[in-house]
């Protein structure tokens, strides 16, 4: 139980190797925008006594919903020219948890893996297989052509010509903590610009890119999802709590330190404790990112400089 | 480097919950040269100087070419009366993995899994692209029947009876160190019976079913996937060597213990790490399992008794 009735959520829109000086004001102003809607329809869940669960599945439906984010609808374009989605949930108070995988047509894929989570045995389901238990389940569908945004497309005709399928990264994610003390995390995302069909991810990886436990953490990872699969980060975040004592804000810097040694992906990591502490890191920009705990100002950044709102 | 060159490779076929009265002395013989061919073969490949990820592979063939155990030829009947494999195999020494899920026609999953550690950007391919891809790859292909046998189709009529998703469990893995001092795990399935088209079970999932690291330990899970997923138990042995300074033997007994608190589920783990020692636990019987280090003499069981064979 949180005693204090303390609450507070973390958004990102993913973490990119982006040139500023490539975003006009209207770029920023629209990212902006975006990331704030995420946040504020997350928080408003928290505010009105829901649980972390709703709040994160929330946020992350309104990014899948922005065009402008790898996820849901403006996913990146893989080698067959379509799109394919992964997302994952996982509830810190039972350890539930609910995945998909290489999936299309779902609007909002973070939803259908709730959907797996409460009414299957299972925890993870991918590809066709999937997209018949969407169907099945009165889920949102959407045809191909929904997913495909034009600055994607051009995203991808850039990667061919760079001969380079690891561009084009992002992905998006929210964790939180809830009045009840309870944590959550989710994931979503269109993966990576070019990449192969069936191709999977971190997000959808529980313990990689997702990961939540009312014993330490919540956290949301977005990068290069192979290098944060193998270095299984989400995990890596709650153990070094759990077994090493290490604060939030440690364990977040510790992880970034053993991939500047070895694995050396560009990434981002979100993270939420039971003390209501809310860690954003990244190692490269732009990281779209928020966080909001109470009923303090909403922390929202792109760049270096953060803005805030009240 | 492994200075005493000493060596180990430990195999499992998988875990289950069976009365051994079911089982007639024909049957436990199969078995028993089942586990003893697929040991036998990787622990060649290390005594001839091989590396650790050839010996996984290897001795993970042999038991998905075996139509006794659950992966590849005699993997578990889902609800479309269709089989589908998952695999995964790590290199401790590079953290590089490989990893299918959700595929069908693919004679070795294991092999594919190495296939996309080795030739792609990806960790993990799943459904129909990994299928297309093992086509490119020119991988040894079978038809939907080579996979079912008269034993696994039994397995899901009684499953129907019983209304139960979570019968006829199994899978393999192998793990090693090899004479240079490197580890390596592979892990390969055919899933639970009767799941659902597209499931994914823990074995692919590096971390939870599959995972190694030079670090510390390589590990190979069997049981109830969807509780191996949530409690990221391989990474979880890992954490608790290298974090907590756990022996193998003390970690293992550590994740059963967690296990037995929270999740709860019927499962085995073997592991081995740098110093040669080999741990294999289970909570549940049959556990067809065995280890050979050096020229020392295999050990092989599958109920408490264990055989040792020269």
């Known amino acids: 139980m949180n005693s204090e009735e303390n609450f507070v959520i973390a958004i990102h829109g993913g973490a990119q190797n982006k040139d500023r000086n490539t975003f006009t004001p209207e770029m920023e102003e629209a990212y902006k925008k975006g990331i704030e809607e995420a946040l504020l329809t997350g928080w408003e869940v928290l505010n009105d006594d829901g649980p972390a669960l709703d709040a994160v599945e929330a946020a992350v439906r309104v990014l899948e919903d922005n065009p402008l984010f790898n996820a849901g609808r403006g996913s990146a374009i893989n080698c067959e020219k379509d799109t394919e989605q992964d997302a994952a949930i996982m509830d810190g108070k039972t350890l539930k948890a609910g995945s998909v995988a290489a999936i299309?047509?779902?609007?909002?894929?973070?939803?259908?893996?709730?959907?797996?989570?409460?009414?299957?045995?299972?925890?993870m389901l991918t590809g066709p297989g999937a997209e018949e238990f969407a169907r099945r389940s009165g889920l949102e569908l959407r045809p191909s052509e929904y997913f495909i945004t034009q600055e994607k497309l051009e995203e991808f005709k850039n990667t061919l010509n760079h001969e380079k399928h690891t561009a084009g990264k992002g992905?998006?994610?929210?964790?939180?903590l809830d009045k009840k003390g309870d944590l959550a995390a989710a994931t979503?995302?269109?993966?990576?610009?070019?990449?192969?069909?069936?191709?999977?991810?971190?997000?959808?990886i529980i313990g990689a890119g997702t990961y939540a436990n009312n014993e330490a953490c919540a956290v949301s990872c977005t990068g290069d999802g192979e290098f944060i699969i193998r270095g299984v980060f989400a995990h890596l975040v709650y153990a070094l709590i759990k077994f090493k004592n290490m604060s939030l804000h440690e364990a977040l810097r510790e992880v970034f330190r053993i991939n500047g040694e070895g694995l050396k992906t560009e990434m981002g990591i979100i993270a939420v404790d039971r003390k209501a502490d809310a860690e954003l890191f990244y190692n490269t920009l732009p990281m779209y990112r928020g966080y909001r705990?109470?009923?303090?100002?909403?922390?929202?950044?792109?760049?270096?400089?953060?803005?805030?709102?009240?």
Chains 1, 2 share one sequence.
């Open 104 to 123: 299309r047509f779902v609007k909002n894929p973070v939803s259908l893996a709730r959907k797996v989570m409460e009414t299957t045995e299972h925890v």
């Open 188 to 204: 979503s995302t269109g993966g990576l610009t070019n990449k192969l069909k069936g191709r999977v991810g971190d997000s959808p």
């Open 171 to 176: 992905t998006v994610g929210a964790v939180a």
């Open 293 to 310: 705990r109470n009923q303090e100002p909403a922390f929202l950044a792109i760049w270096e400089d953060e803005f805030r709102i009240e």
